[in-house]
């Protein structure tokens, strides 16, 4: 387990690689067994091209989170220097990468269209709530006190725009 509350600065990376990854393997899994019925499917065939509208708008939105964090933010040099980063896209969302791989993941099941597999991204969403509150965030409270919390209370951990914490 890393102990970040030890460290000068958040790693760069935080929890990220052992979270995403994981989240990755599971959700292209489920979409290839899908597709070989090697597990249960339940699909709802006349909403083909909705399934398959959704899946790519999701994609392109995540693609945008990710984009917008990684490098219009630059968020490794702000953490590098130890920077609370709260605007931009930050300001929509608290945690936008992994934000973005939670819609990829949506939107790779979408695409299997198995509707089993929908509780997928659930588990993700409290895995990763756990592992944050415990980990990232518990440093940036920190590290950063009374200007994290504020800006914890009026920006979503994952959902864009949502108040659901």
Do not use: C
Request: charged share 15%.
């Amino acid at each position: 387990m890393i102990i970040i509350s030890k460290q000068d600065s958040l790693p760069v990376y935080g929890v990220g690689p052992y979270l995403i990854a994981p989240m990755f393997v599971v959700s292209i899994m489920g979409v290839i067994l899908s597709y070989y019925n090697m597990i249960p499917v339940y699909k709802i065939d006349s909403l083909y091209w909705l399934f398959i509208g959704l899946a790519v708008v999701i994609l392109l939105d995540a693609i945008f989170l990710w984009y917008a964090a990684v490098k219009i933010s630059d968020i490794s040099k702000n953490i590098e220097n130890n920077k609370l980063v709260s605007d931009g896209v930050y300001a929509l969302v608290r945690h936008p990468i992994y934000s973005a791989w939670l819609q990829i993941s949506t939107a790779l099941i979408l695409f299997s269209q198995n509707l089993y597999l929908f509780i997928i991204p659930v588990i993700f969403w409290i895995i990763l709530s756990i592992a944050l509150a415990k980990t990232e965030e518990k440093w940036l409270i920190e590290k950063f006190g009374d200007d994290y919390v504020s800006y914890a209370k009026t920006t979503n951990r994952f959902i864009p725009f949502s108040r659901l914490r």
